[in-house]
């Protein structure tokens, strides 16, 4: 019974398209969030939601843009995708942060 | 500078050895600390909490030393599963926000 599902796994698309990830928690969170992992393995946060309102949204571009239809669900949109949007995506969730988070197996995202 | 300190590695050891990775921060009003598990294509784990009396999990010990500001994980008799990242992560400014190291790489030999 998986406690913090992200979809698809991977994806593979060409410069310009727009995608989305979507990540669903059955684990009864208050907050999620958005990482992205680079080629250099580093986690960098983008987005935080708590209770669907955005309370964490770092320098990220405009083209990415999170949507938390109810406190379980936080889905990640990218427009006009670019060869540099090429990562590893983690969705994961807390209660609080200083119990850890929990994350998602990872989207693997590749632009061609 | 970074949030986040550790170094790269890689370490490698052979099966038995302990090791020891150390990790700085450089928030002084940082709360919380944990240490996290990544393994090749996998999503990060956690591995433990980091209490500032220090604390063990089998033949896993972290310490905090607010003083210095690091953190450090402790692994005795390694194993050859014990091959994988070690990634150092703080609560930096109390909000719902981990700032993540970039890693220390272990791979257990034997």
């Known amino acids: 019974d998986t406690a913090v599902s992200q979809t698809p796994k991977y994806l593979v698309t060409q410069m310009g398209n727009d995608k989305s990830i979507k990540c669903e928690q059955n684990l009864g969170h208050d907050t999620m969030y958005w990482y992205k992992q680079d080629s250099k393995k580093f986690l960098k946060i983008m987005f935080s939601?708590?209770?669907?309102?955005?309370?964490i949204n770092e320098t990220v571009p405009n083209r990415f843009s999170p949507k938390s239809p109810d406190k379980a669900h936080l889905n990640l949109h990218i427009n006009s995708l670019e060869l540099g949007d090429s990562a590893v995506y983690f969705c994961a969730s807390s209660q609080f942060s200083n119990y850890g988070y929990t994350f998602g197996s990872g989207t693997r995202l590749t632009v061609v | 500078r970074k949030e986040v300190e550790q170094d790269p590695g890689p370490f490698n050891v052979p099966e038995g050895a302990t090791v020891a990775f150390n990790c700085t921060y450089s928030n002084s009003a940082s709360q919380s600390f944990f240490w996290y598990r990544q393994d090749c294509r996998k999503e990060p784990k956690l591995l433990m909490s980091v209490y500032s009396s220090g604390n063990e999990d089998g033949r896993f010990t972290a310490q905090l030393n607010r003083a210095s500001q690091y953190i450090s994980l402790l692994i005795r008799d390694s194993k050859l599963s014990d091959s994988a990242t070690y990634l150092c992560?703080?609560?930096?400014?109390?909000?719902?926000?981990?700032?993540f190291g970039t890693g220390t790489r272990l791979t257990v030999i034997p």
């Open positions: 992560v703080v609560n930096v400014d109390g909000a719902n926000n981990l700032f």
């Open positions: 939601y708590n209770n669907k309102e955005l309370i």
